[in-house]
């Protein structure tokens, strides 16, 4: 487990290839950098509160990853998500629309059969932007989101995830 509270920032490569981390929590990082967590194989959930992007190579080949949570990022570059072949999550909290995505951000989960939660009010900004077009059936509406994806159509404030 890696817990860094007071955290602002995460250099490159700064947990590259460790294996064994299994939890990882920098709830303070506003910066990420390059390759931060590339090939952790073994994470499972990542929520960042603060960071503005998902910078190049970050979390690729993090095989075990299915959720992601982004409150404030604002941009996806290259190879970010690359590889992360359990990915059924992925939270994009922001109040503008992600038009900056590089189209190999996914590269090696063309098959990703989970959802993207956006804002509802940027669902039509979000499925208009060609980078997207391989997820306009992925794309669902943040306050849908339920723990245990259950969507009602309500939100049970016992059970959505803030």
């Known amino acids: 487990t890696v817990n860094l509270p007071n955290a ?10 460790c294996s064994g981390i299994t939890e990882f929590n920098a709830p303070n ?21 603060k960071a503005t992007s ?27 998500f690359a590889f992360c072949t359990n990915l059924k999550t992925l939270i994009l909290r922001y109040d503008e629309a992600i038009v900056s995505v590089v189209s190999s951000s996914f590269n ?18 979000y499925l208009a932007n060609s980078t997207w077009r391989n ?9 849908e989101y339920t723990v245990d994806g259950t969507i009602t159509g309500e939100i049970d404030s016992n059970k959505v995830k803030v």
């Open 54 to 80: 998902a910078p190049s190579n970050a979390f690729y080949r993090c095989n075990a990853l299915e959720y992601i949570d982004f409150h404030k990022a604002n941009s996806i570059a290259a190879n970010a």
């Open 29 to 49: 990082a506003t910066s990420l950098d390059t390759y931060v967590l590339y090939n952790c194989p073994k994470i499972k959930k990542l929520v960042f509160k």
């Open 108 to 125: 090696g989960i063309s098959s990703f059969s989970g959802n993207i939660y956006v804002p509802s009010a940027l669902i039509d900004t």
């Open 8 to 17: 602002t920032s995460i250099g490159t490569s700064a947990f590259r290839g």
């Open 135 to 143: 997820f306009t059936t992925r794309f669902r509406a943040l306050e």
